[in-house]
């Protein structure tokens, strides 16, 4: 009997104490506390002003690949009047090469110099090509930039030159040009208009692709 009164008494004692444990609990949390997350606030959103769309480009030929730009044009002054070129003629005895002269005529013109390994190449393509359409009109000019005539003239006999050259020695003409890379080619039509352009380093189908541009009617091969 002894021994159901003690594990009795043990029960109670073990519940007494659970109901104290829970009341303190109850205690220590203030009624109705729950942690709620703070919500981040909403970004404001302003309206910003839509950017304005860039205007497009206006030239004589959009379409072309822009680069040297005589007379800012941007695109080798193609479809705008060629600047003025007045230049003396190597081993002309005092003779002008004066673009002017040349009207009515189509007229592909080069700057370059001797110095330059891509116009050493280019002379003899442009030998042949000046021959080909000797008969179409074409004159072929080479000017050369801030050089003496002497190292001028040697270079053009050494390669053949069948072309006149004009000597820039001052290379004020490049300027006008906006020839600023060397070499550095433009096509001019009957008319005086600038019809193509091309840096230099280039091969014969440039090269025909830009008399084909001043010889209308013609088919001109590489």
């Known amino acids: 009997m002894s021994s159901r009164l003690a594990i009795l008494a043990g029960l109670v004692s073990g519940i007494l104490v659970a109901a104290l444990v829970l009341g ?99 002379f003899p393509l442009m030998n042949g090509f000046a021959a080909r359409y000797a008969a179409d009109g074409l004159i072929v000019i080479a000017v050369d930039v801030k050089e003496d005539e002497g190292t001028v003239a040697a270079f053009a006999e050494s390669l053949g030159a069948t072309f006149p050259l004009g000597l820039d020695s001052t290379g004020s003409a490049a300027e006008t040009w906006d020839a600023l890379a060397l070499p550095v080619h433009f096509w001019i039509d009957a008319d005086g208009i600038v019809r193509d352009g091309a840096l230099g380093g280039i091969g014969p189908d440039i090269m025909a692709r830009g008399l084909q541009t001043i010889l209308p009617g013609v088919t001109v091969t590489p």
Not at 50 to 58: A, G, I, L
Request: contains cysteine; aromatic residues 6%.
């Open 24 to 122: 303190g609990i109850f205690v220590l949390a203030p009624e109705g506390t729950a942690v709620v997350p703070t919500p981040s606030p909403e970004p404001t959103v302003s309206a910003a002003a839509p950017s304005p769309s860039p205007s497009p480009s206006v030239g004589p030929d959009a379409s072309a690949s822009p680069s040297a730009s005589p007379s800012g044009s941007g695109l080798f002054g193609i479809g705008e009047p060629a600047p003025p070129l007045v230049v003396p003629q190597v081993g002309g005895g005092g003779t002008m090469i004066d673009l002017s002269n040349l009207k009515g005529k189509p007229v592909w013109i080069n700057f370059m110099a001797t110095w330059c390994p891509p116009c050493q190449d280019e």
